[in-house]
């Protein structure tokens, strides 16, 4: 597989690419000054705020963090999606506040509300604005790429999904937000590890299985946010791209008390440009080029590998990469005319519209399955192929109270 990177001078000064790895001396000087800074002001991090918001029927829901402490690419939205769908099985109404990461919606002044299916409510209010008085307001139409401008890649993935979104980088107030209009039995905050701002029943910490840490060091000499300790902060740990469920040894000493889980990737199939999923077996006999604007490209191209896909090449772009008429003009030159172009489902609504109805395009859609420990690395449910998940135990209830 070719290998075609379309990073920008900043990123490649970043991640010590090429001549740029000259630099990497200075990388490793100001990463040790943000750990100090960050140990410095370790018990601010720990704060945790007082009061929640009740819900508009008198209750207060159960509030639900799940993050990181890497740069991108550790899962959390396709874990997000699968958490939520977990406790909508079994009669939860849960609502995701997320930040809305390079949309228009981080400068909108209040939350920006998409509203699930059946849901009634003005337009405005003081604190909210709903998706489309927003879009409108930006004089922009309903394409995908205009939606996607508006709220960010991530929001847009995860309404699509069907489930309530508020858009917000004031975390609080998207809170309130979520809590007066949907009352919701659960809030999901999106990448919200390091936000102490807002007061959680639960934190939930995702880790690389392989990598749980990534090379160990703090940005800009790695990929950390925060230092391996900061693990302790969490109530649960989720280990993602998980081959087993053994404790990855580097992880051991900071997850003792943590109830710990394991997850991995599984493609479902490929969603085409009218939106129905196909077989992989559409791909037969046809060249292969992938493209995507992820934080690990790698992870991408190795679940195709490991379904069958061998693509001829694959182009990389930077994480939430908005694509242009040009960039899509560069990626079909890299095919013939016969060709088949997968992208990933973040990069897939960022995209479509540049693309002719003549070429075949598709998305790859990946659910997260997600397993709870086993007794130990003889266990016989070492493997994903038995054990019964008990995930509800803590993501239904808060462990104060349950909603059921």
Known sequence: MKIIERYPSGLRIFMGKGGWALLNPVRYLLAVSFRAYLLFHADDRKRKAAGKAEGKGGHTPVTISIGNIEVGGS?????????AGNIAEVGGRPVIVTRGYKGS??????????????????????????????????ERGGSLQDRVKALGDEALLLAVRGFPVVVDPDRRRGVRVASGLFDPTHILLDDAFQNRKIERDIDILLLDHEKPFGKGWIVPAGTLREPPSAAARADAVIFTRASSREIPKKAVRHLKGKKLYF?????????????????????????LIIFSGIARPDSFESTLLEIGLHPAVSIRFPDHHFYTEEDVAGII???????????????RAKALD?????????????EMEIRPACGGENDERSSFESGSVDIDSILITSGKRSFR
């Open 105 to 138: 919606a981080e400068r909108a002044g209040k939350s920006v509300v998409i509203s699930g299916p059946g849901d009634s409510f003005e337009s405005e209010g003081d604190d909210y604005i709903t998706e489309d008085l927003f879009i409108e307001r930006l």
């Open 263 to 287: 997850a991995r990737h599984n493609p479902s199939g490929l969603r085409d440009r009218s939106g129905e999923l196909r077989p992989f077996s559409v791909c037969d006999g046809k060249e």
């Open 75 to 83: 899962g959390k939205t396709p874990a997000a999606i699968s958490i």
């Open 333 to 347: 030159s890299a095919g013939t005319g016969s060709s088949i172009f997968i992208t990933t489902e973040k990069d």
């Open 354 to 366: 540049f693309f002719t109805e003549d070429i075949d395009f598709y998305s790859l859609e990946i």
